[in-house]
């Protein structure tokens, strides 16, 4: 009897422990939301700064939202009086909508009581997506991660718990403008339907994760409505596409050259694969707009070329006892091609165009020169900012003052970069003297250890070992080289 008792209470303990497990589970799944603001009440308006007032004509959720009216000396809004403590909370939601045609950047900041509100804050001591939401016609619906929210300056993270406002800023968009803000929210774990926003298939969403954004649609690019018209755009492009793809083959089998038709085929897949997969382009305004144009260009391409196969655009005479050279010469060996009057000799002792991209495609080697052609060693500096932390020169930096440049006060993006410059881990600002004799040895511990794995890249025909050497040291030994340098450039 007592064994049958146990053994009641063991299930019945396991049982009531799986129930709090699967409440636990759902609530965790369901996730909370921290309203920040919602702009159905005329208090909203008055806890922000700037041009806003309520409107009917747009609303993401309930029946209002904010009209924010940007313009010149008043291109931001922002509020100091929306709730306070924000952990336990893993994103920031809100929307923007948008009659503009044309894509605009907006910026967000997010001040903290550490490092001061607007007005106090040092610069680069608050967290700034920069530029980071991308704002195009219709609703846009934006995330931004907070774990972390990593101050501009890379330095810290914001403290969650005493954050002070909250600014949208437009300074850099075409204005005036007009744009509409709604539901403003904190949320973490999945968020529930009564506080989530009204979205729509085409809607485009901006994930924004510190010094990173993404840029996509609500849907997935082949589940956004497309209009009959468009799709049958969208068939007759492919159809030209696969013509003119044919044709090219048939004129290469008879040696007829295609390089100039063969444009017209990448400039279609882009067209048909890559920017129909882009959230500003995935729209029917813009894709009838492409697909036109392969239409015309595919066709256009595949009727020279039938023409030359069927003589009636006839091939210039010339000796068929020889093979004669291509239309487009390719490349010769890139690696010691000789110099002459500064421009890079041919095989032919003439001069070369160069054109590469800062791409590794094979395709598109067919009309550029390879990326291999040239490298930015950066040498002048010991390394650039994305190789600054393995470079001695950083170590000769963290132990000797008199590495560091004396008077910069600026944005300086090499030699070797402050935080703002763009790329690349930014834990601090890293400025150097040229002229101190650390950095040099430095430098020339960088050079030893690097060049011969640069110089050993076999296409490669020229090195750009530094920019912007503007970004002068006004430290003493700096000056007193530039005041001899020009005594002697004077007496000369």
């Not at 965790?28 to 922000?48: C, H, P, Y």
């Amino acid at each position: 009897m007592r064994q049958r008792t146990y053994k009641s209470l063991s299930i019945v303990f396991w049982f009531g422990l799986s129930c709090i497990w699967l409440w636990a589970g759902s609530k965790s799944q369901a996730g909370q939301t921290l309203l920040l603001d919602d702009f159905e009440t005329l208090d909203s308006v008055k806890r922000w700064e700037g041009d806003i007032q309520l409107s009917k004509g747009r609303s993401s959720h309930g029946q209002y939202s904010a009209m924010v009216r940007l313009e010149q000396g008043r291109s931001q809004i922002s509020s100091n009086k929306l709730p306070q403590d924000w952990r336990g909370y893993d994103r920031l939601l809100f929307d923007i909508y948008c009659d503009r045609e044309e894509v605009s950047a907006i910026t967000i900041r997010i001040y903290d009581a550490v490092g001061g509100d607007l007005g106090i804050a040092k610069a680069n001591d608050y967290y700034e997506a920069h530029e980071k939401v991308v704002v195009q016609k219709g609703w846009n619906h934006i995330e931004v991660n907070l774990r972390p929210l990593r101050a501009a300056s890379g330095g810290r993270d914001l403290s969650l718990d005493r954050i002070r406002r909250l600014l949208i800023s437009a300074a850099r968009a075409p204005l005036p403008w007009t744009i509409y803000l709604d539901n403003i929210r904190l949320v973490t774990g999945q968020e529930g339907s009564q506080t989530a926003s009204r979205t729509q298939p085409q809607d485009t969403r901006t994930i924004v994760d510190n010094g990173w954004s993404t840029v996509r649609q609500v849907a997935r690019p082949e589940e956004v409505p497309e209009s009959l018209v468009v799709t049958a755009f969208r068939k007759e492009a492919q159809q030209e596409f696969d013509r003119l793809r044919e044709t090219v083959r048939a004129a290469q089998l008879q040696g007829i050259e295609t390089i100039y038709q063969e444009r017209y085929l990448v400039t279609a897949e882009l067209g048909l694969q890559i920017r129909p997969r882009l959230a500003w382009f995935n729209n029917d305004e813009k894709k009838r707009e492409m697909f036109s144009y392969i239409v015309e260009s595919c066709r256009r391409g595949r009727l020279e070329l039938e023409d030359k196969i069927q003589g009636i655009d006839r091939m210039p005479e010339a000796d068929d006892t020889q093979v004669g050279d291509p239309l487009i010469r390719p490349f010769p060996p890139l690696k010691g091609r000789p110099v002459k009057d500064s421009f890079f000799l041919d095989e032919r002792n003439e001069p070369m165009m160069i054109l590469s991209l800062h791409s590794p495609s094979q395709t598109l080697q067919r009309f550029f020169a390879t990326p291999l052609q040239h490298i930015e060693s950066y040498t002048v500096g010991g390394g650039s900012r994305w190789t600054i932390y393995d470079s001695p020169v950083y170590a000769a930096f963290q132990r000797w003052p008199d590495t560091h440049r004396v008077g910069w006060d600026g944005w300086c993006g090499h030699l070797i970069r402050d935080i703002n410059s763009m790329g690349g881990r930014k834990r601090e600002n890293i400025v150097i003297c040229l002229e101190s004799p650390h950095t040099r040895q430095a430098i020339e511990e960088y050079i030893q250890t690097n060049i011969p794995k640069f110089h050993a890249n076999p296409e490669l025909l020229y090195d750009i070992e530094a920019y912007e050497l503007m970004y002068i040291c006004y430290c003493e030994r700096s000056q007193r080289c530039f005041t001899n340098g020009s005594k002697r450039s004077t007496a000369q």
